[in-house]
Nanobody, 123 residues
């Protein structure tokens, strides 16, 4: 089992930056692909970014490419999402997920989830 806890969300203005963290406990997640997803009010959860087990590979949704950066520190069992140039349409609850494989980009591949952290971007 892997337990995930997100932090770092908040209320910011358009153009601001935020850094989300996802801390893992339980068995180590160094062999797991990790990802960030988000869910806006009334919408389905959508993919934001993914990172491979060793951090060598990353993948982003087109909507955040060039503005968001995903990273991980396996020594600290922590994953990050640096979000720059935030837009009102980035407003959502952000969830971190872990997959029982080395690389995963599809939501169905993720079996472990955090409780989410809210990001609200005002215009």
């Amino acid at each position: 089992q892997v337990q995930l806890v997100e932090s770092g969300g908040g209320l910011v203005q358009a153009g601001d930056s935020l850094r989300l963290s996802c801390a893992a406990s339980g068995r180590t997640f160094s062999a797991n692909a990790l990802g960030w997803f988000r869910q806006a009010l009334g919408k389905e959860r959508e993919f934001v970014a993914a990172i491979s087990w060793n951090g060598d590979a990353t993948y982003y949704a087109d909507s955040v490419k060039g503005r968001f950066t995903i990273s991980r520190d396996n020594a600290k069992n922590t994953m990050y999402l640096q979000m720059n140039s935030l837009k009102p349409e980035d407003t959502a609850a952000y969830y971190c997920g872990a997959a029982s494989r080395l690389w995963a980009v599809h939501i169905k591949e993720y079996g472990y989830w955090g409780q989410g952290t809210q990001v609200t971007v005002s215009s």
